[in-house]
């Protein structure tokens, strides 16, 4: 009786678990079912791109994952039972309960308006692509000499102001942080960017906490008005709230509490990778929201899995950071190397140099999801007599 694993989201993190499973396990021993309710990748971290009219490649999982033994389903999630182990989906076709014996939960993030006032009515967000695209169709409306205003001084909000000021050099751009510009960054990488920023006539607003937004400005702690025609809202993410409506041990925020294998702590069938766990990295402390660490999460799980399944040697390679790469529209960038857990140290690469670099970076994950089988043993394991029995026991009890 093949082992039913079941891998809900489709970002980065869990198309390369699903794929990577795949590889390591024997096809007659497991049916794996990737869920999401889009049929084609969305590449995350080029949304500020799309927002600014750029086009992306489209990228089918009908075409990625053809061949592999991952099976597709087209449905959005609506609930999980971690006890009874099944998995609530709506598709086309109405309602359904999909059964699991190892489930991955790659649901990643939202946009987090912070409950500050108006955000949700009058801010646009570049987190989704649904996001992207209606903020694209705005800014296409806006008249030359408009203000754009970008909250939030993080990568997200860095990258969004200059790809917006680069392809819009006839808007009058702004960025809003909470902190100094750059502040998480060396004083290297911090000269390049103002440097950049004031190449591009973007204005900063520094040290100012955003405490409401309307649809013409944005208000400020210390009694600011800020002018806008349109307001980006990229003040950090907001996990998938279908986790904290479980039994599983989740944080405050509803990230999964899980180990060094990403295996929920409280639920042992329950795997955790990307935006959605709460995992602890060098220094114990707890790995940011990225697609670098997501990456490095999701070949851990999938090998964890593997291993565990086939009475296999589980893995023991650490996650850990090596730069921050960060574009600064298309033709700059900005690649901040980093300690194992994430500090920043002197040594930085900016200009055309790091815009190509952080282009491939870009390109190579991409291309990592699309081709998620690449480069592994092509000697699969089987799943061990002792793992079949466990699930078919469980299946029995469902």
């Not at 080029?46 to 592999?68: I, N, V, W, Y």
């Not at 114990?284 to 999938?302: E, H, I, N, V």
């Not at 970076?361 to 029995?389: D, I, Y």
Request: proline share 4%; aromatic share 6%.
């Amino acid at each position: 009786m093949q082992h039913r694993i079941i891998v809900l989201g489709a970002g980065y993190t869990g198309a390369i678990a699903a794929g990577r499973i795949a590889k390591r396990l024997r096809r007659e021993d497991v049916a794996i079912t990737l869920v999401n309710a889009e049929p084609d990748f969305v590449e995350r971290v080029r949304m500020h791109q799309l927002a600014t009219g750029q086009d992306l490649k489209p990228r089918p999982f009908s075409e990625m994952f053809a061949g592999t033994g991952v099976e597709l389903r087209l449905a959005t999630v609506t609930g999980i039972d971690v006890d009874r182990k099944t998995v609530a989906v709506i598709d086309a076709n109405g309602a359904e309960e999909l059964a699991y014996d190892t489930l991955v939960y790659a649901l990643g993030s939202g946009w987090n308006d912070q409950g500050v006032p108006g955000t949700a009515e009058h801010a646009y967000e570049i987190a989704s692509r649904p996001g992207a695209l209606r903020l694209r169709e705005r800014l296409a409306r806006l008249d030359a000499g408009q203000t754009v205003v970008v909250v939030g001084g993080g990568l997200t909000g860095v990258e969004a102001a200059t790809e917006i000021a680069e392809a819009r050099p006839d808007l009058e751009v702004a960025l809003v942080a909470r902190g100094g510009l750059g502040d998480w960054l060396s004083p290297q990488g911090r000269e390049h960017l103002r440097k950049v920023f004031g190449k591009l006539g973007i204005t900063v607003y520094e040290h100012e906490a955003v405490t409401g937004v309307e649809a013409d400005r944005v208000a400020t702690a210390d009694g600011n008005a800020i002018p806008a025609a349109v307001t980006v809202w990229t003040t950090g993410f907001a996990v998938h709230p279908i986790a904290k409506a479980t039994t599983l041990e989740v944080t405050s925020t509803g990230q999964i509490v899980v180990d060094g294998t990403m295996r929920s702590v409280s639920h042992p069938d329950v795997y955790a990778v990307g935006d959605a766990a709460m995992a602890m990295g060098p220094g114990d402390k707890p790995l940011r929201m990225s697609c670098a660490s997501g990456t490095l999460a999701a070949w851990q799980a999938a090998d964890a899995i593997a291993a565990r399944l086939s009475d296999g040697k589980l893995p023991n390679a650490p996650i850990r950071y090596f730069n921050q790469c960060i574009s600064l529209g298309r033709k700059e960038g900005l690649i901040q190397y980093v300690t194992a857990d994430d500090r920043a140290v002197r040594a930085i690469l900016t200009g055309r140099l790091a815009a190509v670099y952080k282009e491939l970076v870009c390109k190579g994950a991409a291309w990592g999801v699309a081709n998620p089988t690449f480069g592994l043993p092509t000697r699969r394991r089987r799943v061990t007599r002792e793992q079949a029995v466990a699930g078919s026991v469980v299946k029995a009890l469902a």
